[in-house]
């Protein structure tokens, strides 16, 4: 059946919009995950050392972090770093805001990697002998990574879709493409849905191809 | 020479072959020289929480000694082992690998100071060990498992490694499987890659944690036969937990019986494990060896 | 731009959006917990024409973005002549969304029982209903609860998302002030402590409701924090750059 007033010609016509904003939402994945990826690092790496005011501190934040909305975050970037002087983009703004609100999980996800390592790998290592060092690149990480890499696969694909948030903050993503012609227009069913149904169509065959891609490692 | 002939610090006058009864008068509780031991504890011990592992031990250790730890799970003897190699640090005492401390140095006056770990990592050159549950490093393959020490501890060549790697796992008999991992291995395959990986760099010492438990029963023959000609071919001083009471009777000069964190028992395998002094001894081995 | 204002005098306005906030995180969470259920057993269900709606449901609650199914519900609803309040909307996204995660928690529950359970059960002559609610639904909440502390603690973030659809909640009433007082600084760092203290409150109720159902039930679970270091041996952290 027909849904109610669907019209294919103005459907179409909103996909150049669309794909426009759909360009600033993959970059804006890309990046925000760049970030969270080397900032979640640092935060891990300091969670390791023996000096407990900074584990405590870089646990506060990691706390603080994962238990506010990334909406305020957002907000709370986008105003008060022209304050500071820090004048940027909006898209950076959003960015950055995606990046340090997934470094709070992505320290997680590295962390879990590393105390998975059984610890037996532990002990062979120290008992041959092994540099520090090389225990960490030779034997530890190499084994932190087939748990780690995957989970970071699904936290691209979570943030891709949360990036529809930036909206808020004035970045012109795919979503914001879709509200702007259906405020404009009037008519929000087809930009709408188009978007969604884009957000669905690459979160899923991106998850189904890392589940692929995780089964074969395994067996390789 | 093989590697494992190269292993020996010195050959054995009559040739390849330990001879049981010849070391009888040197398996006694001590060595003859009290500072020739080349493994030397003093009043060491542990405890975990609550419990006490082990109670004031004195164990001393004459080169070449092949040592049978046997006892019921919870007696100590794998602690015993874990603290010989710095896997664990002693509540009290102290441990001497081939006459220098493990976690102590001299200090001016000569007087024994706290050391940490960079004086354990020296002195664990000396001394091997090999696990029960084999901690083989999976992402590489028994050939580079091998390797790994010789390229980063001993800092030889890729080449040199190679040859020495490729070497010691000929000698264990895996000469067919250098380039698959650990996953396309037997338990019994496994755990020879471990003993050629703790092998390679020619320690004084080598430690055997129950190196056949954690195997299906027609996988320990393999290993246990490796072990033998390890006994037979080298010079090495070799202390073995185990529950093969048959083995530990046919290699071993000295056996070693725990119970709740004290040695009760500590002579050669003809009177330990045939005639016990010790009731605990007897009602251990005739529980063992009923099975 | 009310110059002669300050944030202390809105503080009571924006105070009054925390029961909105928390009305709308438990009515999601109080949809999301049946609908999770119902959907972990349509998927593991034996007859076809359950499994695919059941994953179909998940496949497309999980895979698009939240905030468009929010928008879809308050924007395009109302074409096909669905006309929800905002509440009602924003709650009911909130709840299929969450709730699709959230099966795979129950299905995760469900596996972690022993099969010995079944066959116990199945020999003992219990109905499958008994068996559920007496037998594996027991043993798989100390499991559960700890995934379902965190996903209260997701809610109450995700509640935030309502504010885009006219819901007066806390950032709603944040964003509202700054705009009319000029200084966002503080509303929002404000506004960001009150959702932090929310959500020490709710990981605090979770956990008394871990160690209730502990008690009851015998079997020891999982902790539940927010944060924790890093576990590595000593040795590999002193000198390891």
New interface residues.
């Given amino acids: 059946m027909n849904a109610i007033g669907w019209n294919w010609s103005f459907a179409l016509s909103t996909l150049p919009a669309l794909l426009a904003g759909f360009r600033l939402t993959v970059l804006a994945t890309l990046l925000g995950s760049a970030l969270a990826f080397a900032l979640g690092l640092a935060l891990t790496l300091l969670r390791m050392t023996r000096h407990a005011p900074l584990t405590l501190i870089v646990n506060a934040f990691v706390s603080f972090v994962r238990g506010t909305p990334l909406l305020v975050q957002l907000y709370v970037l986008f105003y008060v770093l022209p304050k500071w002087g820090v004048s940027t983009s909006a898209f950076v703004t959003g960015v950055v805001g995606l990046g340090v609100y997934y470094s709070a999980s992505t320290s997680e996800v590295y962390r879990a990697g590393i105390e998975g390592v059984?610890p037996?790998?532990w002990?062979?290592a120290?008992?041959?002998?092994?540099?520090i060092r090389?225990v960490w690149s030779?034997?530890i990480l190499?084994?932190a990574m087939?748990t780690v890499l995957p989970v970071l696969g699904n936290q691209v694909i979570a943030m891709f879709k949360e990036t529809s948030l930036l909206s808020t903050i004035t970045v012109m993503e795919m979503l914001a493409q879709a509200t702007n012609i259906g405020s404009i227009q009037y008519r929000y069913v087809e930009p709408l849905t188009l978007a969604g149904a884009l957000y669905f169509v690459i979160s899923y065959v991106s998850a189904k191809g890392l589940r692929r891609l995780e089964v074969g490692h395994v067996n390789a | 020479m093989s590697t494992l002939e190269a292993v020996a610090a010195t050959r054995d006058a009559s040739g390849a072959n330990t001879n049981l009864s010849a070391n009888a008068s040197t398996s006694m509780s001590s060595t003859a020289n009290g500072d020739q031991a080349i493994v030397a504890m003093s009043g060491v011990s542990k405890s975990y929480g609550e419990r006490r592992i082990l109670d004031a031990i004195d164990l001393r250790v004459a080169p070449r000694q092949r040592i049978a730890l046997i006892g019921p799970s919870g007696s100590g003897k794998t602690t015993i082992l874990r603290l010989a190699?710095g896997?664990i640090r002693p509540d009290a005492g102290t441990i001497e690998i081939d006459g220098t401390h493990l976690w102590h140095t001299r200090g001016a006056n000569g007087a024994l100071v706290d050391a940490g770990?960079r004086q354990a990592?020296r002195v664990?050159?000396r001394i091997?060990?090999v696990?029960q549950?084999?901690?083989?490093?999976?992402?590489m393959t028994a050939l580079a498992n091998v390797r790994?020490?010789l390229v980063?501890?001993l800092g030889l060549s890729r080449d040199e490694s190679d040859a020495r790697a490729i070497d010691l796992l000929t000698q264990v008999g895996l000469k067919d499987h250098l380039n698959k991992r650990p996953a396309q291995l037997s338990g019994g395959q496994q755990q020879r890659v471990a003993i050629a990986?703790?092998l390679a760099?020619r320690p004084k010492v080598m430690l055997f944690d129950e190196v056949t438990s954690a195997l299906d029963p027609e996988l320990v023959n393999e290993v246990l036969r490796v072990v033998r000609e390890l006994a037979h071919a080298s010079d090495m001083t070799m202390l073995m937990v185990t529950h093969e009471i048959q083995f530990a009777a046919d290699i071993a000069d000295r056996v070693l019986m725990f119970d709740n964190g004290r040695i009760i028992e500590d002579g050669p395998p003809a009177q330990v494990l045939k005639d016990p002094v010790e009731a605990r001894t007897r009602s251990f081995l005739r529980a063992v060896l009923e099975r | 731009m009310d110059a002669s204002k300050t944030l202390v005098d809105y503080l009571p306005f924006l105070l009054m959006g925390i029961p909105v906030t928390l009305e709308v995180t438990v009515l999601s969470m109080a949809l999301a917990l049946p609908v999770a259920l119902l959907l972990a057993l349509g998927r593991s269900a034996p007859h076809a024409w359950l499994r695919w709606p059941a994953g179909f449901v998940i496949e497309l609650f999980r895979g698009s973005s939240s905030l468009v199914q929010l928008f879809w519900a308050f924007y395009v609803l109302p074409f096909f002549g669905i006309d929800l309040p905002a509440l009602v909307a924003g709650v009911l996204v909130l709840g299929l969304n969450e709730g699709s995660y959230l099966s795979e928690v129950f299905r995760a529950g469900f596996a972690s029982v022993p099969d010995g359970q079944r066959e116990a059960s199945l020999t003992l002559g219990f109905s499958p209903w008994y068996r559920f609610f007496r037998v594996t639904l027991p043993q798989a909440l100390p499991v559960m609860i700890p995934p379902f502390g965190n996903a209260l603690i997701v809610m109450l973030k995700f509640s935030s998302l309502v504010s885009l659809v006219t819901i007066r909640d806390l950032s709603f009433r944040a964003n509202l002030i700054a705009t009319s007082l000029g200084e966002s600084a503080a509303v929002f760092g404000v506004v960001m402590v009150i959702y932090y203290a929310l959500a020490l409150m709710l990981s605090a109720l979770a956990r008394q409701l871990e160690a209730a159902v502990d008690a009851r039930v015998g079997r020891p679970s999982k902790g539940f924090r927010l944060s924790a270091r890093v576990n590595v041996p000593q040795?590999a952290i002193?000198a390891k750059s």
């Fill in positions: 059984a037996g790998q002990e062979a120290l008992t041959l002998g092994l540099p090389r030779g034997v190499p084994q087939r | 190699i896997l770990e990592r664990r050159r091997g060990i696990f549950h084999f901690n083989l490093f999976p992402h790994e020490p980063h501890v990986r703790s760099l | 040795w002193g």
